[in-house]
């Protein structure tokens, strides 16, 4: 039998654009149909490399064009209108992380696919990537024993990246832009269920950035399994160095690169700062850069220090900072090429081979769920329980307190 070809339409063609639109490019059982942002430079980029028509305005996007599938990459703050206006036309939906910035646009979003009778992803986070979908294979095969505790760790430089201010203002910094990856990876291995958060997120080392820049929170999940996370984007200690000098996508990452990123944004003139600031985002924009392009940044500027290209595959596995899991019988971690395993005996290393790479398993994931009506892992439900437990950080460390969270849900079986 034939496989189905998904027409995608894509909302908000920004920085993540140039992330997965390679990977939708890529894809045997994708095309990328239709767009719409009202940047222009983008729209002509994307009918340049891709054909299809493009949109100033999404709702016209999912109005007028026969797809299957529309992605939502717009700001977070304009997540819930696009998803609704694609369920509404009957469209299948991807929305990026975080899937909205409250547990209300969570609701709104989830009640309007499920009356369309439309399927919700809300990817992308890293439990997409290979050595975290292998940790959690190892973790359900139950050879080292049950899961005990999960530690991560993640130092960069988040908060002096060429970021506007009211991006960070919109994600109280990192807090709900980056801990539903940490909380995310943290959930899919311990199989969903967190029963509370105790947090504190600080705004200490560059304090003109609003937003908080980093955190440190104990959670638990309801069967007694703890977990430590701790993020700083600030920009001294950088957690590539214990991972061989790799950053987050699995591309080299220069010692110095936090250095130099906080140097340039400490080096901002404070009259000056909002205009360059948006100047130099523009630049990491799809549209900027186009398929098979790399962003052309000042020195020292850009994501991780180093600016993003367009559909360069990474020379080692994905990283989000030091993972340390620990089950009755084996510590294991990531080392730059799989899983490091301290057991009985010492460290043995698992290179992970052979699977997709995490945009390609997130379109795999979409691809059996509209053509196979296979469960989705990663469904509004899913993401809501993970922005409850990003937004109880800022609860918990506003009140002193742990939260008791009540939204969340298990990982289907069979994961
Ligand atoms: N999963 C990941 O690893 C990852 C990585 C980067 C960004 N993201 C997420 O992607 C989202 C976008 O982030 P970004 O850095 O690309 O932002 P960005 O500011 O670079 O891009 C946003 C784009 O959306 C467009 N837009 C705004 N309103 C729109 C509308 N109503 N209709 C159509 N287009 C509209 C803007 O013109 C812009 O081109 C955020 O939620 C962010 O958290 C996720």
Same mark, same amino acid.
């Given at each position: ?11 908000? $063609? ?21 767009? @719409? &942002? ?10 340049? &490399? ?74 992308? #986070?890293?439990?997409?990537? @290979?050595?975290?979908? =292998? ?7 139950? #050879?080292?024993?049950?899961? =005990? ?21 919109? =994600? ?10 940490? +909380? ?8 969903? $269920?967190?029963?509370?958060?105790? @947090? ?50 699995? !591309? ?15 080096? $901002? ?47 080692? !596995? ?15 971690? !990531? ?27 997130? +379109?795999?994931?979409?691809? !059996? ?26 609860? =918990? #460390? ?18």
């Amino acid at each position: 039998m034939q496989a189905r070809v998904l027409r995608v339409g894509v909302a908000g $063609l920004g920085e993540a654009a140039t992330e997965f639109l390679p990977g939708y490019h890529r894809h045997p059982h994708v095309r990328l149909a239709a767009c @719409a &942002d009202p940047r222009a430079p983008a729209r002509e980029r994307f009918v340049r &490399d891709f054909g299809g028509r493009a949109y100033c305005d999404a709702a016209d996007m999912c109005a007028a064009e026969n797809l299957d599938v529309i992605v939502v990459a717009t700001n977070h703050e304009f997540h819930r209108d696009p998803v609704i206006w694609a369920a509404q036309a009957g469209r299948h939906v991807v929305v990026e992380k975080p899937m909205a910035l409250s547990l209300a646009d969570c609701d709104e979003m989830i009640d309007a696919c499920d009356r369309a009778g439309v399927r919700l992803l809300a990817g992308h #986070s890293h439990s997409y990537d @290979a050595p975290i979908r =292998s940790l959690r294979r190892l973790i359900a095969e139950g #050879s080292y024993g049950p899961l =005990s505790m999960i530690h991560g760790w993640n130092f960069n430089d988040f908060m002096t990246r060429p970021y506007p201010d009211s991006h960070l203002a919109q =994600s109280a910094g990192v807090v709900l832009n980056q801990a539903p990856h940490h +909380i995310d990876v943290v959930r899919y291995l311990g199989g969903g $269920l967190l029963h509370s958060v105790r @947090a504190v997120a600080l705004n200490r080392s560059v304090p003109t950035r609003p937003g908080f820049g980093a955190y440190a929170c104990f959670l638990r999940f309801t069967n007694g399994v703890p977990v430590t996370l701790v993020y700083s984007g600030y920009g001294l200690f950088d957690s590539a160095e214990l991972f061989g000098w790799y950053g987050e996508g699995g !591309q080299p990452r220069q010692p110095t690169t936090n250095a130099a990123s906080r140097g340039n944004f400490l080096a $901002l003139d404070d009259g000056e700062r909002a205009e360059r600031l948006d100047a130099l985002k523009e630049r990491l924009r799809y549209g900027s850069v186009g398929l098979g392009e790399r962003a052309v940044m000042p020195p020292g500027w850009g994501k991780g220090g180093r600016p993003p290209t367009t559909g360069a595959l990474p020379t080692k !596995q994905p990283f989000f900072g030091l993972l340390l899991v620990s089950c009755d019988r084996a510590d294991i971690r !990531q080392y730059p090429d799989g899983l490091a395993i301290y057991a009985d005996g010492g460290r043995r290393d698992v290179p992970v081979t052979g699977m997709p790479d995490a945009r390609q398993a997130e +379109i795999d994931e979409l691809y !059996q769920a509209v053509v196979h009506d296979r469960p989705l892992v990663h469904d509004g439900r899913w993401a809501k329980a993970t922005l409850e437990a990003s937004l109880a950080i800022l609860q =918990s #460390s506003a009140e002193n307190r742990e939260i008791i969270l009540r939204h969340q849900i298990a990982l289907p079986e069979g994961n």
